[in-house]
Every structure is written in C-alpha cells, then in structure tokens.
C-alpha cells in the first residue's frame, strides 16, 4: 500500500471570510486525476505552478512530465529532461505513457510519484489529426482508469474544458477547479449538482472546486511571495531522475 501523498491546494473561501487561512488539501493518493479550467486572466498558470511546486517540496522523489503545448509560460524549463513544448508534447506524452506501461507490466517496481502535466490538452487535439487525436484520447483514457495502482496522476489545464475533449474519461478526474465564472456547458459537465450554489461572482484567482463528486466548496488561490522558489521546486521534479 502507498503512502499517503497529500499536497496543500488552495484556500477554503468560507474559512477565510472568518478570518481563518484553511487549507484544502489534494490527497493525490484517493483523488488521483485533476482537471483545472480558466480563461486567461483568471490565474489558473499561477495555480497550476504552485500546485506543480508544492509537489516538488513535499513530495521531493516526484516525477514530473510537463507538457507545455502553448509553449508559454514554462519556458524556465526548456533545457530539463521532461520538459515538451509545442509538438514535441506527442513524444512527452508518449514518453510517459510508455513509462506508464514498463511499471505496470512489471519491470519497474518503484512507486514514487509520477505525474503528467499537460497545459492545453483540448488545443493539443484539435492540432492532431481526426485519427492521431482519438489515439491520444485512448491513451489518456488507459492511464486515468489504471494510474492510481501504480502512482501515475494526470493534471490537465485549459481555458474551457469541453464534453468534445471529455467524452468519455470526465468521470475519472476526481478533482475539478474552475477559475473564474464558469460557462454553462462546464456547470453541466461537472457541477450540474451544485448548480443553484453557483453565482456570477468570481474574479481573477478565486473559483470553485469538486472532490469526489460530493464535496463543492467556493475558493481562492494563495499568494506567492517567492516565484524564485516556485520555479526552482518545478524544475527539480522535471528534472528528477533524468
């Protein structure tokens, strides 16, 4: 059985309201896969680094797989091992996926934390050919489905998340934040349950989040105060191992 790998995530708005700086916490070890959206302005990089970073930190044997298909904003990264950009991010999902298939047939008995990192999933398919994308969505589908046995999570980021781009695999990503307001397709996709508790209100770096289905709470992203840091803590998770 695996540790437990629980990672600070973002603040409890309710909490803060009194006064009080709560985390939320991802235990990435029950709630393996995440899905964060927001359009631009909305601070979902400036999370998704942070969440990036605090893996690094706590969880220092992780190994990170960062799929940059915008190609924008981690360009810190462009000289580490696991770092893709652009079209190379088919070899860095393959490349993980491959490492996927090698621990779970059985030569790799490690289990420290592998995780793949891919901003802009939906842009990256709609790059693909009709044939090449439907091969992607397969292998994003085996990994999210069979990656917890064996320490392999997925967080994907983009600007809308889209039932085209889910079809099939949304139920597997157990963790869901939306930055911002949300559009009325991803109110249906994913909070349809927690629809009436929804308003119009959000601003740049707060949102909701859904755990498991079952747990909706209203958030707002830290402040960080050393991006140095942040930065150093990415890039050795990239780099780990390689």
Same mark, same amino acid.
């Given at each position: 059985?695996?540790?437990?790998?629980?990672?600070?995530?973002?603040?409890?708005?309710?909490?803060?309201?009194?006064?009080?700086?709560?985390?939320?916490?991802?235990?990435?070890?029950?709630?393996?896969?995440?899905?964060?959206?927001?359009?631009?302005?909305?601070?979902?990089?400036?999370?998704?680094?942070?969440?990036?970073?605090?893996?690094?930190?706590?969880?220092?044997?992780?190994?990170?797989?960062?799929?940059?298909?915008?190609?924008?904003?981690?360009?810190?990264?462009?000289?580490?091992? @696991?770092?893709?950009?652009?079209?190379?991010? &088919?070899? *860095?999902?393959?490349?993980? $996926?491959?490492?996927? !298939?090698?621990? %779970?047939?059985?030569?790799?008995?490690?289990?420290?934390?592998?995780?793949?990192?891919?901003?802009?999933?939906?842009?990256?398919?709609?790059?693909?050919?009709?044939?090449?994308?439907?091969?992607? @969505?397969?292998?994003?589908?085996?990994?999210? &489905?069979? *990656?917890?046995?064996?320490? $392999?999570?997925?967080? !994907?980021?983009? %600007?809308?998340?889209?039932?085209?781009?889910?079809?099939?695999?949304?139920?597997?990503?157990?963790?869901?934040?939306?930055?911002?307001?949300?559009?009325?397709?991803?109110?249906?996709?994913?909070?349809?349950?927690?629809?009436?508790?929804?308003?119009?209100?959000?601003?740049?770096?707060?949102?909701?989040?859904?755990?498991?289905?079952?747990?909706?709470?209203?958030?707002?992203?830290?402040?960080?105060?050393?991006?140095?840091?942040?930065?150093?803590?990415?890039?050795?998770?990239?780099?780990?191992?390689?």
């Amino acid at each position: 059985m695996m540790d437990k790998q629980i990672i600070p995530l973002v603040y409890d708005e309710d909490m803060l309201k009194l006064q009080h700086s709560i985390y939320i916490h991802w235990d990435i070890t029950s709630n393996p896969h995440m899905a964060i959206q927001g359009v631009t302005g909305m601070g979902k990089t400036y999370l998704v680094k942070e969440i990036l970073a605090r893996i690094g930190l706590y969880l220092p044997t992780s190994e990170i797989t960062l799929c940059d298909f915008k190609g924008d904003d981690f360009t810190f990264l462009k000289n580490c091992g @696991r770092y893709y950009r652009f079209e190379s991010c &088919m070899a *860095g999902f393959d490349s993980f $996926y491959d490492s996927f !298939l090698h621990r %779970q047939a059985g030569p790799d008995f490690s289990r420290n934390l592998h995780l793949l990192m891919f901003d802009e999933w939906g842009s990256f398919l709609n790059y693909l050919d009709k044939k090449q994308a439907e091969e992607y @969505r397969k292998k994003l589908s085996i990994i999210l &489905m069979m *990656g917890r046995s064996f320490n $392999y999570h997925v967080l !994907l980021a983009q %600007q809308r998340l889209s039932a085209e781009d889910f079809p099939k695999v949304r139920d597997n990503f157990n963790t869901i934040i939306t930055l911002g307001n949300p559009s009325k397709e991803v109110i249906g996709m994913f909070f349809n349950d927690f629809r009436e508790e929804i308003k119009n209100d959000r601003g740049m770096g707060s949102g909701y989040v859904l755990s498991n289905g079952t747990d909706f709470r209203k958030i707002v992203v830290p402040t960080a105060t050393n991006i140095k840091k942040i930065d150093f803590y990415i890039k050795r998770a990239v780099e780990y191992n390689t």
